[in-house]
């Protein structure tokens, strides 16, 4: 699986979006960017995953670049209950369940 | 999504003693269930991969024989933490696909030996 860079943290204001940039300059063509969110002592949760095109769910929108090296999560109306660590994570779409969690992003919702 | 439930939430138990997790998938047949450990303000990091009716992968590092994984069927795996010892204590997470479609997380369970 490729390597990912997050930020350490990041800060939001509640009611604002919610942007978490990703680095993965090393992905290879047929890798997905994957995005999950852990809140406190609870397994990771799904948001979004993508391989080219910008995607968007209820949850979240991810923004990936033309060369694919880089992407973000948009969060677009963050809530107190957003406040979680985000993991980036870049790997094919086969093992679905076989991810290499990096730090992650600790994003904390102000109110 | 589709719901991974793990049993228990939280157990405490004494050093030396063997702590048996079980994770279900509840709405779907899980060829493949994985297994991280998590320890506190780490991130996760995987231990093992098992199949149904086959033994399972461990990752470099992972002591399959204090570590014992069992998925004898499609919607349940149990590991097995024998002779725990209070390094073993930590967050044991698990996760659970479906050929190659997503995978779903469990709850995790936190382990504490005393």
């Known amino acids: 699986d490729a390597k990912t860079t997050q930020p350490p943290s990041m800060d939001c204001a509640e009611g604002r979006a919610a942007n978490l940039p990703c680095n993965h300059s090393t992905i290879s063509g047929n890798e997905y960017v994957y995005w999950y969110r852990q809140i406190h002592s609870q397994g990771p949760q799904y948001i979004i995953h993508g391989l080219k095109n910008n995607e968007t769910n209820e949850m979240a929108s991810l923004i990936i670049t033309e060369d694919r090296k880089s992407s973000t999560l948009i969060l677009p109306h963050a809530t107190l209950r957003d406040t979680a660590v985000y993991y980036c994570i870049v790997r094919g779409f086969a093992n679905a369940g076989k991810s290499t969690f990096g730090d992650g992003t600790t994003l904390t919702v102000k109110p | 999504g589709a719901v991974v439930s793990q049993h228990p939430s939280r157990v405490i138990c004494k050093s030396g003693t063997s702590v048996k997790i079980e994770c279900r998938s509840l709405d779907f047949q899980a060829t493949t269930m994985f297994w991280y450990r998590q320890f506190p303000k780490q991130s996760l990091m995987l231990m093992a991969t098992?199949?149904?009716?086959?033994?399972?992968?461990?990752e470099q590092g992972v002591e399959k024989d204090k570590f014992l994984i069992n998925h004898a069927s499609l919607t349940l795996s149990t590991l097995t933490v024998t002779s725990a010892h209070p390094e073993d204590s930590s967050f044991y997470i698990c996760s659970a696909q479906t050929g190659n479609t997503e995978a779903f997380f469990g709850q995790g369970t936190r382990l504490t030996v005393v």
């Open positions: 098992s199949n149904e009716g086959s033994k399972a992968t461990y």
